[in-house]
């Protein structure tokens, strides 16, 4: 097995910034947005984007963290229970634009699942997606709006996303098989 | 940008191969088939449950309290013993989480034409009962059932043995109003001999670090307890019979019911008596600790082992038992359905 790395946390924060710009575009400002940060990385993910759009706009972004352990679709055939911790809405997103926040965009069976939490919490105004690295082999009819670097995989690779919050270090690297 | 994406060989990049692994993203993970009793429960198990409860009280805090994590699961409840908050808690935290729930009772199914535990068990698990939720007063019949059936068992309080899902509802309480348990002296006050819900509060309570000082006439004392040494199974508890003497200093007085058949036994000269001198109330709260809660798993007699102002006062967490009866039990509920 090899690691290769595939950005550095120059890169990683480049994307973020990057991302937070093209988010303040797209919405003309911050007005009524909310960041919503997907378990585990997507959380400090989110909290890196709202402390650039802060930056850029000088407005604070709230920001929540979503779990989607109740949602998932692959409960009964993964052989243990995830662990659930338990989220934090910073405010009622009804009406809200919510933009939720991930680690790696995969089969996109997360993403789907995070749809049916959100529906259940509120109805927002619109839902956007903003992934780091989306790494292809969809299985749903899902596509983020906000990407911070695409890369090509196989199915058996593993994308590694780490992050001074959780992991110590930033970094993402892949971790390929050996033929 | 360009640096990054170099590609180099396995051997070359010794610091890249030897990462440290990343945190799984899982976090702790439930491996236990059944919830027999709390007597087993590692202090992790217990944070788990508390947390997943936690997440759970969102789910029931919201517009719409439904989430379909057990959609597809069918769950019976057999209760051979009448109940109603257990029986309701379960039922309704099934249904939070999209499950089938199934209520059968003694009277009314064919327990009443003689079936045997056994039988009613496998009939459950032929008709797709994945989750059997069971109260019997018999000590260890849900043992019984575990052993010959597939289904997932849930102990609903089984004889003066155990009541888990109560034991862990009262560890929730308890923290949401004193905080960390270690050290803390929590004051247990009544029938502790015929008391399921005391033995599992008191095997939570001392594997969470608690004090537990036990109280009661000597005649409804457990004569095992107080006698703990050192590597023995037993949990380390101090034996109290003046109550006034152990609510001294307490963080939390749970009480317990009494029951009216022990009179009869012979164990307690009269109610009054008994009244007099274990009633938790206002006076003898007040040599508890500032805000120290009293809890009580129901149903109650008010005016015997607890008195009416104290509990529906301010430091009453009663009502908080029952609502947060339904989260702990979604918790449960939640972490079986995924353990193989």
Known sequence: MSERVLMTSEDMRRA???????????????????LLGMHTRGVPLAHRLADAMEQIEGEAVPVGALDIGLYR??????????????????????????????????????????????????????????????????????RPDYVGKNVPTARGDDVRVRLDETDGRDGVAIVRQEE | MASSRTS???????????????????????????VLDLDDFSADEIELVLETTTAMKEVLARDVPRAPALRGTTIVTLFYEASTRTRASFELAGKVLGADVINLTSSGSSVEKGESLIDTVR??????????????????????????????????????????????LDLYTLRSRVGDLRGRRIVIVGDVAHSRVARSDIWGLSRLGAEVVVCGPPTLLPAELGKSQ?????????????????????????????QQERMA????????????????????????????PVLHPGPMNEGVEISAALAHGAASMIEEQVQNGVAVRMALLYLMRGSK
Request: aromatic share 2%.
């Open chain 2, 230 to 258: 050192e590597g023995s199974a037993l949990p380390n508890v101090t034996v109290e019979t003046d109550l006034d003497k152990a609510v001294c200093g307490a963080d939390a007085v749970m009480t317990l019911r009494l």
């Open chain 2, 8 to 34: 180099e060989p396995a051997g070359t990049a010794p610091r890249q191969v030897t990462e440290v692994p990343l945190t799984p993203d899982e976090g702790r993970v439930w491996r236990r088939r059944h």
């Open chain 1, 16 to 34: 973020v910034v990057r991302i937070a710009h093209e988010i303040l575009e797209a919405h003309k400002g911050s007005k009524d947005l909310v």
């Open chain 2, 123 to 168: 009939t459950l698990q032929a008709i797709g009962a994945q989750v059997l939720v069971m109260r019997h007063s018999m000590s260890g019949a849900p043992y019984l059932a575990a052993e010959h059936c597939d289904a997932r068992v849930i102990n609903a309080g089984d004889g003066w043995h155990a009541h888990p899902t109560q034991g862990l």
């Open chain 2, 265 to 292: 036994g012979g164990l307690l000269p009269s109610l009054r008596e008994y009244s007099r001198l274990y009633q938790v109330n206002e006076a003898r709260m007040a040599k508890a600790n500032p805000g120290a």
């Open chain 1, 73 to 142: 679709d692959d409960l009964s055939t993964r052989g243990t229970s995830v662990q659930l911790t338990p989220g934090e809405l910073p405010q009622d997103v009804s009406g809200k634009r919510l933009v939720l926040v991930d680690d790696v965009l995969f089969t996109g069976r997360s993403v789907r699942a995070a749809l049916d939490a959100i529906i259940d919490i509120g109805r927002p105004q619109r839902i956007q997606l903003a992934v780091l690295i989306d790494r292809g082999h969809r299985e749903v009819p899902i």
